[in-house]
């Protein structure tokens, strides 16, 4: 996960001295098995939980890459999507989890591979100053597979009959 920060400053800060605008795709590989957590975030969660601490790195390396747009004075600039690809796994301690009062799944039913919410349901935040209100909700079910025809749209660009029949454009959303 440092590399993946270390790269990911990197590339912000080269495009940031060019004046044009630029794509960050960054599919971090946590918090999934095989749980690596570093060293120094061993332990840091409070919940005898690798996987909560590999949460926490996660969140720590995602906030090091919003510091490198504010640095680079990108932010209001930029839209920022941060969401993961399913629901908490159940073999990673989740019981021990909820018994010490943190509910991975929130008051979802299931986990990852389940049938249920708490497995398909995700968190997905995007901020895009000037463009989506800070600390507004969109209570409708949306999908991943929604950034193809999202990002199209965001260009002005079309996508051919033959890809993304399945996308719809979040851009109306993000617009109010």
């Known amino acids: 996960l440092p590399t993946w920060a270390e790269k ?39 919940l005898n939980n690798l996987y909560a601490d590999l949460v926490m790195e996660t969140d720590d390396v995602f906030g090091r890459v919003l510091h490198s747009l504010e640095s680079n004075g990108l932010t209001d600039d930029t839209l920022v999507i941060f969401a993961s690809d399913n629901g908490c796994a159940h073999y990673i301690g989740t019981d021990m989890m909820e018994e010490q009062g943190h509910f991975p799944s929130a008051n979802l039913r299931g986990y990852k591979s389940d049938a249920w919410d708490g497995g398909h349901r995700i968190p997905c935040m995007a901020r895009w100053p000037g463009k989506i209100e800070p ?11 929604d950034l193809l025809a999202t990002c199209a749209d965001i260009l002005g660009g079309d996508l051919p009959d033959s890809a993304g029949e399945d996308s719809v454009s979040w851009k109306p959303v993000f617009d109010g």
């Open 135 to 145: 600390g507004s909700e969109y209570g409708q079910l949306v999908c991943l597979s």
């Open 8 to 46: 990911a400053d990197t590339y912000i800060s080269e495009r940031a001295q060019r004046d044009e605008p630029f794509f960050l795709y960054l599919p971090m590989t946590s918090p999934h098995t095989p749980l690596a957590v570093n060293e120094e975030w061993v332990g840091r969660s409070g």
